[in-house]
């Protein structure tokens, strides 16, 4: 989630406060008091893994209000409402501590000895044993007492595999169970990555279209343009938006940052005429088709923002005739296979789409969402009655795996070396299937996920997400963040991670509170990028985690220690991290080398347009502005003077060239590239919009209707659609691949 800047907007708020009190040193406060951290409130909720108090971007010291601890606490099932509640609440858990035998959850390194001191006394009747992932016995472990505490500590030996398994201990008949995660110390670098620096493309998938699209570009699209990315350009991976799934039918949301369910796939982005029952459909059958493809065939040409929703009310049907057309015997034994292998989540997912697609959307006068569970008899009745349509849904996901899977492949036999990167989204829609079927998994209460306020918004911001319950993480050893990374990695060779400090902390935002009034919950992120390393290394994959804005150190640099790549974007990269427009930019050298690095980001407008000041013209245009015009735009112009400086200063342009940008465009986007290939960054990135030289912006942030997010389709700099088929051939394009092949200098 990014700002207008594209800066992390939820991590552009500074660092959670430190416990030391400075303010009888007479400096500014930067730490509770004693009198508060002895307050019953403040005790629970730092218990509970709230952070009371934080450091803001402006480095203001700020304390998190009791009405938003009361309220978070509450979401967190924990009643804090009075100050006999609050005693009541910690004495509970206290009482819930002093009887857990174990930690619901263990994160272990494989190859080093993993020690956890028992809950019980050294001298009880203790058994143990480990259930390996694969369902073996593991018994390299040791039960010591430990002197100083009085209490057993268990010692699992170093070997113990790499994998999720289970330990089970019995204490005089008392039985406690937790998770491993035992995950390598630090996801290994694929060896193609370790020998020397990789680059890659960054697209918006859907705005590339060719003629057999139906006006948004598709899995068939993604599938091209893969091949010719690696045999043309000789790229190495493609980053592209989320591709998580949407809502069954319109209206549908643009923005693939804001997901139904991150566990599935967006079948919008199916093409019928790539699905191997379509070749076998009668005659009559495939003319149907034929013709809802040539309904919306000719949106395929045109430039104008996409009608996302008329593109899905053409292809759906197109869908359904060729599932009804039905599949041969070995066909049929692959989908009962991948619905087995998708487990229950599968059934909740296509039921959830059932109720959307009969009662109606699940927001406005339809209250199905809030009146009705999923193990209500009334949608088990509705499953019955409308089987079909249940298990069309199921198909859906089917063929949209297969075909995501065939474009990861199309890559790596092309000679990519990662292939597809995908990009995992904060969090789902609060009225999604994740949310609905699963409503555990979440923070109950309405609390959603957003920023405090920062530099680019005054009164915070709230993106409308519900939060994991960390309590429910914990206690089920991280099954579903484990069940969505490895989702992402059967058809991936990466995974980037939106807004990365999300595994540390995030805002909640209690309902009626407002953004500004909110407060950071902790996560367990040793658990997740255990998880994170696990799946990487079993694809042989790697993690880029966003880090753009104001991350504390302590952050990157666990992430960094755990093989984690962040971002380096050059628009953002200024000597000692400044946020003020006109300060100078970092020399190339001395970027990151575990990053990805990158000119500009789907944030902001495409270079030629960041160049020309498209930025500002949209932001007044928009009426978004809280400053006059001129101001913003001096602060762009100094901004750009700055990057003309530092391209002048390594000789990557002459002075003649930056006094005259708009006469330049071309030549300066590809010489800010060219200062990438300069950096010891391990990955680098292009955007295909710097390719053909396009200028509008893919997103505003800050609109919703105001401006048409997330549906603009490819063009070149005069606007003319560039075609699926004719980006790698595109002399501009070609250019652009050159200097990242260090061939053009």
């Known amino acids: 989630m990014t700002d207008a800047y594209g800066n992390d907007a939820a991590t552009s708020t500074g660092t959670i406060a430190d416990t030391t009190n400075n303010a009888a040193s007479g400096a500014p406060q930067r730490a509770e008091s004693t009198e508060r951290l002895a307050r019953p409130l403040i005790k629970l909720a730092k218990a509970c893994g709230l952070a009371t108090s934080f450091i803001d971007q402006l480095g203001t010291y700020t304390e998190i209000s009791d009405a938003a601890l009361v309220a978070v606490l509450k979401a967190l099932d924990v009643d804090a409402s009075s100050d006999e509640a609050i005693v009541r609440s910690m004495t509970q858990l206290e009482v819930e501590n002093s009887k857990r035998l174990l930690p619901s959850t263990i994160v272990a390194t494989t190859g080093k000895p993993t020690g956890i001191t028992l809950n019980c006394s050294s001298d009880a009747d203790i058994t143990a044993s480990i259930e390996l992932e694969d369902g073996t016995a593991f018994g390299h472990f040791a039960l010591l007492p430990n002197l100083n505490s009085g209490k057993p500590d268990l010692t699992i030996a170093p070997d113990l595999p790499m994998g999720y398994h289970t330990l089970t201990v019995t204490v005089d008949g008392r039985e406690g169970k937790a998770a491993i995660i035992a995950a390598p110390a630090r996801i290994p670098m694929p060896e193609a990555v370790a020998e020397h620096q990789r680059w890659g493309w960054m697209t918006q998938m859907y705005s590339v279209r060719s003629r057999e699209s139906w006006g948004i570009g598709d899995y068939g699209d993604l599938k091209r ?43 919008t982005y199916i093409r019928p005429q790539d699905i191997p029952e379509y070749a076998t459909l009668p005659a009559d059958v495939r003319a149907q088709v034929d013709a809802l493809h040539d309904s919306v065939a000719a949106r395929n040409d045109e430039s104008t923002p996409m009608d ?54 699940p927001w406005g006068e339809n209250r199905w969402f809030f009146e009705k569970t999923i193990d209500d008899p009334a949608v088990r009745q509705l499953v019955e009655e409308h089987h079909d349509l249940f298990e069309f849904n199921r198909w859906l996901q089917w063929i949209a795996a ?59 911001q709230d993106w409308g997400q519900p939060p994991f319950n960390p309590r429910y993480l914990e206690a089920t050893g991280y099954q579903v963040y484990r069940e969505m990374v490895h989702s992402m990695y059967e058809h991936a060779g990466a995974v980037r991670i939106d807004h990365v400090l999300g595994l540390f902390r995030l805002w909640w935002i209690p309902q009626g509170l407002g953004a500004r009034n909110g407060a950071y919950v902790t996560y367990n992120h040793e658990a997740m990028l255990g998880v994170l390393a696990i799946e990487a290394t079993r694809a042989g994959g790697m993690v880029v985690g966003e880090d753009l804005g104001t991350v504390p150190d302590y952050v990157r640099r666990i992430l960094a220690d755990h093989g984690v790549l962040g971002t380096d974007v050059e628009w953002f990269n200024r000597v000692d991290d400044s946020p003020n427009a006109g300060d100078p930019y970092r020399a190339p050298k001395d970027y990151r080398k575990q990053a990805l690095a990158s000119v500009t980001t789907h944030d902001l407008p495409p270079t030629a347009g960041y160049l ?134």
């Open 225 to 267: 343009l893969l091949a010719d990315a690696a045999e043309k350009s000789k790229a190495d991976f493609m980053l592209i938006n989320p591709i998580h799934a949407g809502a069954p039918i319109p209206p549908l949301e643009p923005s693939p940052y804001l997901p139904e369910s991150r566990r599935f796939l967006n079948v």
């Open 308 to 361: 996302i929703n008329a593109a899905w009310e053409a292809k759906r049907p197109a869908l359904r005739l060729i599932f009804e057309a039905g599949r041969n015997n070995k066909r049929e034994l692959e989908f009962e296979h991948f619905k087995t292998t998708a487990g229950p989540d599968l059934d909740s997912f296509a039921t959830w789409c059932l109720c959307f697609e009969v009662w109606g959307a």
């Open 402 to 460: 297969e075909q995501v899977n065939a474009a990861q492949q199309e890559a790596l036999d092309h000679g990519m070396t990662l292939g597809l990167m995908q990009d995992m989204a904060v969090g789902v829609h609060g009225l999604g299937a994740d949310a609905w079927a699963n409503p555990e998994r979440f923070a109950s209460g309405g609390v959603t996920v957003g920023c405090p306020p920062d530099f680019y918004n005054q009164q915070g």
């Open 612 to 745: 020309n000041f498209a930025h500002v013209k949209l932001r007044e245009e928009l009426h978004l502005l809280s400053e006059p015009v001129e101001a913003f735009a001096a602060s762009a112009m100094a901004e750009r003077t700055a990057m003309m400086n530092r391209l002048v200063e390594n000789g990557y342009i002459s002075q003649t060239v930056a006094d005259d940008v708009e006469g330049h465009v071309q030549e300066i986007v590809e010489a800010m590239h060219a200062m990438l290939t300069d950096t010891p960054s391990l990955l680098l990135q292009a955007a295909l919009v710097d390719g053909v030289g396009e200028c509008r912006s893919q997103n505003q942030p800050g609109t919703s209707r105001e401006y048409s997010n997330w549906r603009v389709p490819l063009a070149d700099s005069s606007g003319h659609v560039v075609h699926t088929d004719e980006v790698f051939d595109l002399p501009r394009v070609q250019s652009l691949a050159a200097v990242m092949r260090r061939e053009k200098r």
